[in-house]
C-alpha cells in the first residue's frame, strides 16, 4: 500500500530534523513555497537555515531573499547580503545580480565598482537583468 502524502511528509520532517540537509533544503522551499503542504513562513526559515548552514546555494538565495523582503523574518540588509554572497560564490546568477542590488542600496558611490563587478558575473553566467543594470550604470 502506497503511503499517503502525510505519511511521507513525516518521515520528510523527521529526516530533516535528524540532521539532513537536503531534506531540510527541499522541506524549506515547500513550505515558503507551499507547495504540496500549507505555506508556512516560520517552517521554512527554519528549515532553509538548516540547509543554507550545511552549503545549499539555493535555500542560501531563498533565505536571502526573506531577509531582503522581510517575507516570514524581520527584514536584515546585512544578513541578505550575506547570504547572497554566498549563493553568488556557488554560481547563482540571481544572487550575484542581488548583491549588486544591496551593495548599490548601501553606498551607491562607494559600492559602485564592486557592484558592476558582480552585476558582470551575472550577466556573464546568463542572468539577463543583469545586462539591463549594467547598461544604466555605464549610460
Known amino acids: 500500500m502506497e503511503p499517503t502524502m502525510e505519511e511521507k511528509l513525516k518521515v520528510c520532517i523527521q529526516l530533516c530534523e535528524e540532521g539532513d540537509p537536503e531534506m ?13 503542504v500549507p505555506q508556512d513562513l516560520g517552517r521554512a526559515l527554519r528549515y532553509l537555515t538548516t540547509a543554507s548552514e550545511h552549503g545549499d546555494a539555493i535555500s542560501q538565495f531563498t533565505l536571502g531573499f526573506m531577509y ?23 554560481g547563482i546568477p540571481e544572487a550575484m545580480y542581488n548583491v549588486a542590488k544591496i551593495l548599490l542600496a548601501k553606498d551607491f558611490e562607494k559600492n ?28
Not at 24 to 36: D, V
Not at 71 to 87: C, H, K, V, Y
Request: a negative charge; charged letters at 30%; aromatic letters at 14%.
Open 68 to 90: 531582503w523582503s522581510g517575507r516570514g523574518t524581520e527584514p536584515d540588509l546585512d544578513e541578505a547580503l550575506r547570504l547572497f554572497l554566498l549563493a553568488a560564490d556557488q
Open 112 to 139: 559602485r565598482d564592486e557592484a558592476i563587478r558582480w552585476l558582470k558575473r551575472s550577466a556573464n553566467a546568463g542572468y539577463s537583468t543583469a545586462y539591463d543594470m549594467l547598461s544604466d550604470l555605464d549610460g
Open 24 to 36: 531540510c533544503a527541499f522541506l524549506g522551499k515547500e513550505f515558503y513555497y507551499g507547495m504540496n
